[in-house]
């Protein structure tokens, strides 16, 4: 059972937009950076957004991310089906001390 | 562009210890940020297992970390993983990335990930 919780499953139709939550506490979300990542299928993992809502050089401003309170969300415009992959959100929990993933969103884009 | 490489054998016996190493280029690890490594077990999701800094300063998953170990050598460029006593619920792929440090938790550049299985 993962500290952050993610839905394990989102779709949507291609152009559409689409929002990924990760549920969390005050140990973590409520007073920790959250950070994004897409794996796609037998890949590693992708930095997508860190520092809540910053996106690293090179990645599309059709990702966003936001938080608020012990919640943060990854949200995607102008869906493609080359964003069909898995999505995980961590973040360092203070209660823990240790850092935290959430348990995955598979994105199918249908 | 900075690149990680991880490398060790692919087969561990149940009981022995699982040691990999991550190779760092065009980036020297003197230069700052923190060095990680994180785990997926096959079919599931990614589980952090550890982070070092240049100085050797280290931390690791609570779960883990009494059989863990991250070493770096500034020398070579690279940082390694040892964890002892490894069982089954240890065969996972293993990735090491760089990680922004200093309670952030973010990884912007992963290695391409070694599967590792614990199996007599």
């Known amino acids: 059972q993962s500290v952050l919780t993610q839905p394990p499953s989102v779709s949507a139709a291609p152009g559409q937009k689409v929002t990924i939550s990760c549920s969390g506490s005050?140990?973590?979300?409520?007073?920790?950076?959250v950070s994004w990542y897409q794996q796609l299928p037998g890949t590693a993992p992708k930095l997508l957004i860190y520092?809540?809502?910053k996106r690293p050089s090179g990645i599309p401003d059709r990702f966003s991310g936001s938080k608020s309170g012990t919640s943060a969300t990854l949200g995607i415009t102008g869906l493609q089906t080359g964003d069909e992959a898995d999505y995980y959100c961590g973040t360092w929990d203070t209660s823990l001390y240790s850092g935290v993933f959430g348990g995955g969103t598979k994105l199918t884009v249908l | 562009q900075v690149q990680l490489q991880e490398s060790g054998p692919g087969l561990v016996k149940p009981s022995e210890t699982l040691s990999l190493t991550c190779a760092v280029s065009d980036y020297s690890i003197s230069s700052g940020y923190y060095w990680g490594w994180i785990r997926q077990p096959p079919g599931k999701g990614l589980e952090w297992v550890g982070s070092i800094y240049r100085s050797g300063s280290t931390y690791y998953n609570p779960s883990l970390k009494t059989r863990v170990t991250v070493s770096v050598d500034t020398s070579k460029n690279q940082f390694s993983l040892r964890l002892s006593s490894v069982t089954a619920a240890d065969t996972a792929v293993y990735y090491c990335?760089?990680?922004?440090?200093?309670?952030?938790?973010?990884?912007?550049?992963w290695g391409q990930g070694t599967m590792v299985t614990v199996s007599s």
């Open positions: 520092e809540n809502n």
């Open positions: 005050s140990s973590n979300i409520g007073n920790k950076y």
């Open positions: 990335a760089r990680d922004y440090g200093d309670y952030v938790f973010a990884f912007d550049i």
